[in-house]
């Protein structure tokens, strides 16, 4: 993935009073932030989540619902269990939240693009601060892992999903960094997540933000029927 | 790992007021108890812990120590975030827990083993019941995960571990197949683990319990001075 245009110093930090004129083309700020997911957040995250399957090739696989992430998410205070970062974007700088969490300050910065997003799903995913329409660019998924040999918690990042046309251009790596540096702030050891081995351009971007991919370790999974024969097992 | 010795029926089950006469040979009964861990089995989990890392020859990373363990562990509810189950093993039937806990109800099972297991660190991992000398044999470690595809939360099982003299007897199974029956209790989706791909004995047993190994995902680690730059990191 691509890193984005770095931003203009704050000096230069377009306004919406500063629109430039034509014949100064400065770029197309596009201002961001990345804020905690509440439970009024579930419409997005369930198309979001619905996106990322079919972008996987794997929507038969996907059967989350509006009604079963409701019931398993926003259970336990953020990062304590599942946890969710969403991505808002929009021409003009985002009003701040009217109701802030104590866990977390949002993150905001401001990119440059060189070209503007023609987002066919603008619509869908708008989010109204007063009159100001914000967009829902992506989210990170992430919740506690544990290692017995640093004997302390870790992130791992279940999903990081941006929408398609924002993508390559720096939001995935804001999305991945923010949760990195939630793991700093919280003392934690590690930030783990999977890619799939023939994913070339992931693994390379993970290894350009200092990930290690291990050779070694492969995933076992019980689930369906066979975890199912468990229920009533003489273990 | 092999299967143990299926346990005798109900009505010919050894007691202590039963012990079999020399003459007649029904093996050496194993009394078997999975329970939750509380915070005073600290040492003794740190204890299995460093044996785990003496075994997979990786003890050079391994830096928990009682206080690490004992600041991050049984913090939330049972099986609400890291959760550890312990295997206690005894020659006679293992006395009710004094205070059970309304989370989860020991599981027990009496193995008859052919030979006697000779434990030479009886006394470093004995717990007393009474009088009762009851043995440390093993633990599981593991926690909430979570599927965005199936919209639930399932179980990561980070470490399982049985001492050296008690392996290759089922109690590994055991324990494994408590992490499965209790995931199906709560309606998870899934339960889960990483093997190292080398290690054929360890596949071809989480095979025959019914799990798949997935062959394309690698795990992505950031840790140590790499997770560290994203402290004042301009996300």
Chains 1, 2 share one sequence.
């Not at 696989?61 to 079963?68: F, N, P, V, Y």
């Not at 967009?135 to 302390?152: A, D, E, M, R």
Request: proline share 10%.
């Amino acid at each position: 993935m691509a890193a984005a245009a770095p931003p203009p110093p704050p000096s230069a930090a377009p306004e919406p009073s500063m629109a430039a004129p034509e014949t100064t083309p400065i770029g197309h700020p596009v201002f961001t932030r990345i804020r905690l997911a509440t439970p009024s957040d579930v419409p997005f995250i369930h198309k979001l989540i619905h996106q990322m399957a079919v972008f996987e090739r794997l929507s038969h696989l996907c059967s989350a619902t509006e009604s079963s992430l409701s019931s398993n998410l926003f259970l336990s205070p953020p990062f304590h269990s599942f946890t969710i970062f969403l991505l808002e974007l929009s021409s003009s700088p985002i009003p701040p939240l009217l109701s802030p969490s104590s866990s977390f300050t949002p993150i905001e910065k401001t990119f440059n693009l060189d070209i503007p997003v023609n987002d066919p799903e603008k619509d869908t995913f708008s989010i109204y601060y007063g009159d100001q329409q914000v967009i829902i660019g992506g989210f990170v998924l992430f919740f506690p892992n544990y290692s017995t040999f640093l004997g302390k918690p870790g992130f791992y990042v279940e999903d990081l999903f941006v929408r398609e046309c924002y993508r390559r251009k720096g939001f995935g790596k804001m999305l991945l960094s923010a949760v990195a540096k939630q793991a700093v702030k919280m003392g934690y050891g590690r930030v783990e997540w999977v890619v799939l081995d023939w994913n070339v351009n992931a693994i390379t971007f993970y290894e350009q933000m200092g990930a290690k991919v291990l050779p070694e370790w492969r995933i076992c999974r019980l689930t369906g029927d066979a975890l199912q024969a468990y229920q009533n097992a003489n273990v």
